[in-house]
Nanobody, 122 residues
Framework: QVQLVESGGGLVQPGGSLRLSCAASGSIFSINRMGWYRQAPGKQRELVATILSGGNTYYIESVKGRFTISTNNAKNTMYLQMNSLKYEDTAVYYC????????????????WGQGTQVTVSS
């Protein structure tokens, strides 16, 4: 069993900052990829940023230069530092982890966090 626990969402004014965390725990053999998605009201869930096990990162255009994805591999934890937040960043943010479990080390599986609300409002 694998659990993902997110934290760090909240209400912030435009131009402000928030830091999201996603901690993975359980029977983890290896982590292949971690990422953040978001879903705004009435919209589809979209990929925000990903980071591979080797450290390569990807960001959607709208967050480049404002958001930074990082990991603490020793703690199986991922972060999303969000700066210069805009109204359009308001959404529920979900962490996603692709990993191999100890019981099936050759089979990758996706896991999702419970979601954390980020609201940008004045």
């Amino acid at each position: 069993q694998v659990q993902l626990v997110e934290s760090g969402g909240g209400l912030v004014q435009p131009g402000g900052s928030l830091r999201l965390s996603c901690a993975a725990s359980g029977s983890i053999f290896s982590i292949n990829r971690m990422g953040w998605y978001r879903q705004a009201p009435g919209k589809q869930r979209e990929l925000v940023a990903t980071i591979l096990s080797g450290g390569n990162t990807y960001y959607i255009e709208s967050v480049k230069g404002r958001f930074t994805i990082s990991t603490n591999n020793a703690k199986n934890t991922m972060y999303l530092q969000m700066n210069s937040l805009k109204y359009e960043d308001t959404a529920v943010y979900y962490c996603n982890v692709n990993l191999n479990e100890l019981t099936r080390p050759r089979v990758p599986n996706d896991y999702w966090g419970q979601g954390t609300q980020v609201t940008v409002s004045s």
